[in-house]
Nanobody
Framework: QVQLVESGGGLVQAGGSLRLACASSGRAFSSLGMGWFRQAPGKEREFVASSWGTTIASYADSVKGRFTISRDSAKNTVFLQMNSLKPEDTAVYYC????????????WGQGTQVTVSS
């Protein structure tokens, strides 16, 4: 199986930046599709960004132009660079992994809290 551990969350002011990291273990990192999701209080979990390989990436419309997903394969880590943060970005952010394209995400981290103040 795959183990995922998120880090980098915290409290920032609107307009600030955070860089989230997700460290993986237990399976070859290069074989995994990686994604970031978030869930705000009282709302459903939503897709944020995904990565296949080093060049293929996808983003939710709400974060395009502000967030960037990337990988450091040597360290088995995926990152989410979050710039120009808004209060509506406040949520618990989860890292996820899957083995097959088109399948549901199978492995999930514990989440890291991101709070953006006005």
């Amino acid at each position: 199986q795959v183990q995922l551990v998120e880090s980098g969350g915290g409290l920032v002011q609107a307009g600030g930046s955070l860089r989230l990291a997700c460290a993986s273990s237990g399976r070859a990192f290069s074989s995994l599709g990686m994604g970031w999701f978030r869930q705000a209080p009282g709302k459903e979990r939503e897709f944020v960004a995904s990565s296949w390989g080093t060049t293929i990436a996808s983003y939710a419309d709400s974060v395009k132009g502000r967030f960037t997903i990337s990988r450091d394969s040597a360290k088995n880590t995926v990152f989410l660079q979050m710039n120009s943060l808004k209060p509506e970005d406040t949520a618990v952010y989860y890292c996820a992994a899957k083995i097959r394209a088109g399948a549901r995400y199978e492995y999930w981290g514990q989440g890291t809290q991101v709070t953006v103040s006005s």
